[in-house]
Nanobody
Framework: QVQLVESGGGLVPPGGSLRLSCVGS????????MGWYRQAPGKQRELVAA???????TYADSVKGRFTISRDNAKNTVYLQMNSLKPEDTAVYYC????????WGQGTQVTVSS
């Protein structure tokens, strides 16, 4: 059974940092393209950052220079380091593993507020 489990969300003031983790079980993440998505209330889910199984990274314009996606293949984990957080980054963040099919985690809430 494939599972992706996100963690690391929470409440942080503007300008703060968080690191999200996505751990895979029943799946080897290093053979998948991985992505972090987010969905704010009343908005569509959007791609924030992605890394291919070959290591090519892409970012949404809104997070370039602030967020970094990375892999730790030994830990079967993908991370999203988020710095200089803004209130508009508030959302539920999801990780996705995609190859022929896509798997999703359950999401972790990130709230940026003073």
């Amino acid at each position: 059974q494939v599972q992706l489990v996100e963690s690391g969300g929470g409440l942080v003031p503007p300008g703060g940092s968080l690191r999200l983790s996505c751990v895979g079980s029943g799946i080897r993440l290093n053979s998948y393209d991985m992505g972090w998505y987010r969905q704010a209330p009343g908005k569509q889910r959007e791609l924030v950052a992605a890394v291919t199984n070959g290591g090519i990274k892409t970012y949404a314009d809104s997070v370039k220079g602030r967020f970094t996606i990375s892999r730790d293949n030994a830990k079967n984990t993908v991370y999203l380091q988020m710095n200089s957080l803004k209130p508009e980054d508030t959302a539920v963040y999801y990780c996705q593993a995609r190859r022929l099919s896509a798997y999703w985690g359950q999401g972790t809430q990130v709230t940026v507020s003073s």
